[in-house]
């Protein structure tokens, strides 16, 4: 019964390569939010949607982008990947669309290495 | 940028000791929010304290806002080594994005 869940857990992948990171919550929250955190643990907003919508969109490099085919899902795509895109990401998902007011669920991460 | 900056940067205490935590942001605030972060794992939510609130208890946990010196602080009383994890403070801005800003967190230590 995980709130919220990421697919995979260790992503190790090539330069140049095109790869996809999953994210399901079944809490039936209203937002959901993909963060990076690098290697000194600093947490960066990149995206979120609220309602399929998105309604943040952070300076992150449009070879990102994230696709939510439902409310539950918020997959994040990434193409032609960089040694500088090595982080961990990390999804959540809120009640409501405003970030301040309610508590973020947290998945468990994924941890990508570009080689 | 608006992003939390929490202090001291590593703390290690012996267990049954209290553990206090800081945390200074930029801008005004609507929120402020403090997490958890075991080691490999996603952030997990403490506690969430309003503008307009001074301080808040959940359990062992006690957090403190400051809004004229744009501050908080987490107290942890009584630590065990389960405490032992990443702190961060989250705030979203009065105006502009809607946005939660998190700092670079407290690295706890607890030692049995």
């Known amino acids: 019964d995980t709130a919220v869940s990421q697919t995979p857990k260790y992503l190790v992948t090539q330069m140049g390569n095109d790869k996809s990171i999953k994210c399901e919550q079944n809490?039936?929250?209203?937002?959901m939010y993909w963060y990076k955190q690098d290697s000194k643990k600093f947490l960066k907003i990149m995206f979120s949607?609220?309602?399929?919508?998105?309604?943040i969109n952070e300076t992150v490099p449009n070879r990102f982008s994230p696709k939510s085919p439902d409310k539950a899902h918020l997959n994040l795509h990434i193409n032609s990947l960089e040694l500088g895109d090595s982080a961990v990401y990390f999804c959540?998902?809120?009640?409501?669309?405003?970030?301040?007011?309610?508590?973020?669920?947290f998945g468990p991460g994924t941890r990508l290495t570009v080689t | 940028s608006q992003q939390g900056e929490e202090d001291p940067q590593a703390l290690s205490i012996q267990e049954g000791e209290n553990a206090t935590m800081n945390c200074s942001y930029k801008?005004?605030?609507?929120?402020l929010q403090w997490y958890r972060q075991n080691s490999g794992r996603g952030l997990v939510h403490l506690i969430l304290?309003?503008?307009?609130?001074r301080e808040k208890h959940s359990g062992r946990l006690r957090v403190t806002l400051d809004t004229s010196k744009k501050s908080s602080s987490l107290l942890i009383t009584a630590s065990r080594a389960a405490d032992t994890a990443s702190y961060f403070c989250?705030?979203?801005?009065?105006?502009?994005?809607?946005?939660?800003?998190f700092g670079t967190g407290t690295r706890l230590t607890v030692i049995p």
């Open positions: 949607y609220n309602n399929k919508e998105l309604i």
């Open positions: 801008t005004s605030i609507n929120n």
């Open positions: 989250a705030t979203d801005a009065i105006t502009g994005a809607n946005n939660l800003f």
């Open positions: 959540a998902s809120s009640q409501g669309g405003l970030a301040g007011i309610y508590e973020q669920y």
């Open positions: 809490l039936g929250h209203d937002t």
């Open positions: 304290i309003r503008s307009n609130e």
